[in-house]
């Protein structure tokens, strides 16, 4: 009996024993089969998340931030320990216990979910093998996956420590609103850092990871009230909090910035601009779209707020007052459906979506508005964000489009999407709505230091919402008479002087296409002219015979050593500036004129650092030799060591500074460009008016201008770079020497002053004085020759339809040192007049 009963329990035993090795048998050939060729986890011991990469101002501020997941990387030691508490406490209280997943969790899950015959399919994954599911595989519910979950999870664990999976996790996980990681989930939510954060706040986060989409704070407050306040009773339960804090914080109501109750953190920003756009662009072309969007980086920008606001405002004024002048009402081209204009709610709503442009700061606040009412003396509106008051009707008398030629019925439709801003009186008081438009024309605006290629503002057209096509660095455009200045460099350069003589006749050229016949601006000649005076007002054929005199190769060579072209056609019209290029790159050339003739590559950034703080670029590759020495007298500043190439003779570069200083004092600028500092500079336009520009400097800001119809076509006539774009200048300017300051140009050793007539450039007397006199300087050793012409090899055709010059041909005067002398009598069209392609 006793040898069957041993029998009996010895076979059980056995079988138990048997099931229990093929069991753990099993699980192992099953592990090993699911082990092989899994993801290296060694690879999480380097990882580096994606993370959003910032641009500040030079006072520190943030000013843009572009990412593709919006995450900010916090290390583990910077995480509040409370915030760890909450997530531990949601997601996995034995998370510093277990060694990768937790049996009795995985067991319980099993359980449940054959109870409820997989009506309830609950997680059982700890943090680890959340990080290995989020890093290392897929999201689905297989239980192939949940079994390489498990394997990979005790194999990191095994290699980093609990802190480093800790910080992988709460800087990985996805926690709704494009928010990744617990440092940008804080912002989003409440607008705070991780260390301002409340134990209901960190209880608000630790409820996301489980299903973001289905815990949102407006649309689920109260499910995601019940899921904050579990997290803190589990947290009162492992002794995170105390229970008279978990009282405490359990009764605090649901806030958040989604609710309204914080300002949001993308309200601290400025609206994207031209100007970051723009480092956006060139940094994902330096760096790798790539690396820019997911490196974290940190990019300290050149921009000058406060001039970039002058530079918005400067441009945008002059497009304005030129499409007013147009009297011609586009809109928006937008229109609410009748459905949406139903309640206000609804109207709201539509307009809320309407995509328009909310980014517009022209005296005041531009509005997006709904046309609600049309009538015979007024329109009725609804103001986007502004809600009706009587103390501002939201009215629009009819006096308001009296610079348009129809009336409200045949102007405006019901539905139509407008802008509006407040008038206001000198004390600020209300007067009326008044409606705007975006102008259909369109320009760019530049400025930047002349030593170290600073960009201080940039603005690539009216409004970056509306357009953010950059027509400062993206739109290529003929210069005009801005590119003369480079031609007129060739030729100082290459022996020419200011006081040479070049005659202003008429020119023929044979073409392929027929016979070219360029001309003045004022359809007029001159006769034999110095050569100041053809910078001044822009002359035409004198600048083509300058041209031919010296060599098209020759301009060529220069006009790309200054940058503003790469290839230029060596061919004659192009001395008129008629081959495109872009406002950046002109704007940049000519600090080369202020800086005397020095190398400088304009940037908008002065540094960028990875996410680590090393710096990986830096603009300003001068050393300061005596920076650190203490015994630097206070009477002298630290030398800077610069070893920037010359791009052209620095006696040059000031002679054209001097040439295009009479531009502004009595050229085709003069009247329009008004600063109290010394200021140089030229104006451009070209056929037709397509494109104007000016482009001009001080001795330490140049700043250029250019504006013009996206699709090329006249602006019409009176339309020129000085008249258009030499008040654009003149506004900015004011304010950037108000601030930055500006003296005389440095003149520089190797040379000296000769007075001159500036009609005739015959030579006078040292003590020689007048309108008529001009003191140029001239290179050391190089005795001028004077009274010795130039007319580029062209003869004066019989053929041609001149200008009947009979008073204002070439004729015979009394210089003013008594001699005579053959001249074209003085140009007469003034400031208005800037030459062009012809």
Same mark, same amino acid.
């Given at each position: ?11 059980? %035993? ?272 330096? %760096? ?65 979506? /309407? ?8 005296? $005041? ?19 986007? $964000? ?172 220069? /006009?790309?050593?200054? $940058? ?23 704007? /940049? ?136 774009? $030499? ?112």
């Amino acid at each position: 009996m006793l040898r069957s009963v041993l029998t009996f329990f010895g076979s059980i %035993f056995t079988l138990v024993t048997l099931s229990l090795l093929m069991v753990a048998l099993s699980i192992g050939a099953i592990f090993y089969i699911y082990g092989r060729d899994l993801p290296s986890h060694q690879s999480l011991a380097n990882y580096t998340p994606p993370t959003i990469s910032r641009i500040f101002s030079g006072e520190g501020r943030i000013i843009d931030e572009f990412s593709r997941e919006r995450r900010l990387f916090t290390p583990a030691e910077e995480i509040p320990v409370l915030i760890k508490e909450a997530f531990i406490s949601a997601e996995d209280k034995n998370f510093y216990t277990h060694s990768g997943y937790d049996a009795r969790g995985i067991v319980a899950a099993a359980v449940e979910a054959a109870r409820t015959r997989g009506g309830t399919v609950r997680g059982a994954s700890t943090i680890t093998q959340q990080v290995m599911k989020n890093f290392l595989l897929s999201g689905d519910r297989k239980i192939e996956r949940k079994i390489k979950e498990i394997i990979l999870a005790t194999r990191i664990e095994e290699t980093l420590d609990k802190e480093r999976i800790l910080e992988l996790y709460l800087n990985e996980i996805f926690l709704g609103q494009n928010s990744y990681g617990v440092a940008a989930a804080s912002q989003t939510y409440f607008n705070k850092s991780l260390g301002e954060l409340a134990p209901h706040e960190a209880a608000f986060l630790a409820s996301m990871p489980k299903a973001p989409s289905d815990f949102h704070p407006v649309r689920a407050a109260e499910r995601l009230k019940q899921r904050r306040d579990f997290v803190l009773r589990e947290m009162a339960e492992n002794g995170y909090i105390t229970r008279a804090v978990y009282e405490s914080e359990k009764a605090q109501p649901l806030r958040s910035v989604q609710n309204g109750d914080f300002e949001p953190f993308s309200k601290s920003l400025p609206p994207r601009d031209y100007f970051t756009d723009e480092i956006r662009r060139q940094l994902s072309r330096d %760096f790798g779209e790539g690396e820019f969007f997911t490196g974290g980086l940190s990019v300290r920008a050149t921009i000058d707020p406060e001039m970039q606001v002058e530079a918005a405002l400067a441009l945008q004024s002059k497009l304005e007052e030129y499409d007013r002048q147009r009297g011609k009402w586009r809109g928006t081209g937008v229109t609410l459906p009748a459905e949406s204009l139903t309640s206000e709610e609804a109207w709201r709503e539509a307009l809320g979506a /309407a995509d328009v442009a909310r980014d517009i700061q022209l005296d $005041g606040q531009w509005y997006p508005a709904v046309v609600l009412k049309i009538e015979d003396q007024s329109l009725s509106i609804g103001i986007e $964000g502004v809600p009706a008051s009587d103390a501002e009707p939201q009215v629009v008398p009819r006096k308001d489009i009296s610079w348009l030629p129809g009336n409200f019925q045949k102007t405006f439709e019901v539905g139509d999407v407008v802008h509006v801003r407040r008038m206001t009186g000198n004390d600020g008081s209300f007067i009326r709505w008044t409606l705007r438009q975006v102008p259909e024309v369109q320009g760019g605006f530049m400025a930047m230091d002349v030593n170290t290629g600073r960009v201080i503002a940039m603005q690539g057209g009216f409004s970056y919402q509306y357009s953010v096509f950059n027509r400062a660095t993206q739109a290529k455009r003929q210069p005009g008479s801005s590119f003369k200045p480079f031609v007129y460099a060739a030729a100082l350069d290459s022996g020419y002087s200011p006081a040479t003589i070049i005659v202003d006749a008429p020119i023929e050229v044979n073409t392929p296409q027929g016979v070219w016949r360029p001309r003045n601006s004022s359809n007029k000649f001159y006769g034999p002219t110095p050569l100041r005076t053809g910078i001044e007002q822009s002359r035409n054929l004198m600048t083509i015979r300058l041209a031919q005199e010296i060599g098209m190769e020759t301009v060529a060579s220069y /006009a790309e050593r200054f $940058g503003v072209y790469d290839d230029m056609g060596p061919y004659l019209a192009n001395s008129l500036g008629s081959e495109e290029t872009t406002l950046f790159n002109m704007v /940049a050339a000519y600090a080369m004129f202020a800086n005397g003739g020095e190398r400088v590559e304009p940037t908008l950034v002065d540094r960028v650092q990875d996410r680590y703080g090393e710096t990986v670029y830096r603009h300003d590759p001068r050393r300061c030799v005596d920076c650190f020495d203490p015994n630097i007298p206070p009477t002298r500043g630290p030398r800077i060591v610069s070893d920037r190439e010359r791009v052209i003779d620095a006696v040059t570069a000031y002679q054209l500074t001097s040439m295009m200083r009479g531009v502004v004092q009595r050229g085709t600028a003069a009247g329009n460009v008004r600063l109290d500092v010394p200021v140089a500079g030229k104006t451009g336009t070209t056929n037709d008016a397509r494109d104007v520009w000016f482009v001009g400097f001080t001795s330490n800001i140049v700043a250029g201008c250019y504006i013009g119809f996206d699709q090329p076509r006249g602006l019409g006539r009176g339309a020129y770079g000085a008249g258009m774009c $030499g008040p654009v200048f003149t506004q900015f300017m004011r304010k950037a020497t108000a601030k930055y300051g500006g003296g005389e140009f440095e003149l520089p050793p190797g040379g000296h002053f000769i007075k001159i007539d500036r009609y005739t450039g015959a030579r006078l007397p040292d003590n020689a004085s007048g309108q008529y006199v001009v003191a140029e300087y001239f290179r050391d050793g190089e005795e001028p020759i004077f009274g010795l012409a130039y007319d580029g090899g062209f003869a004066m055709g019989n053929d041609l339809e001149l200008f009947q010059s009979d008073e204002e041909a070439v004729k015979e005067v009394t210089t003013s040192t008594g001699d005579t002398a053959v001249v074209g009598e003085k140009a007469t069209f003034g400031s208005i007049s800037s030459g062009g392609l012809y």
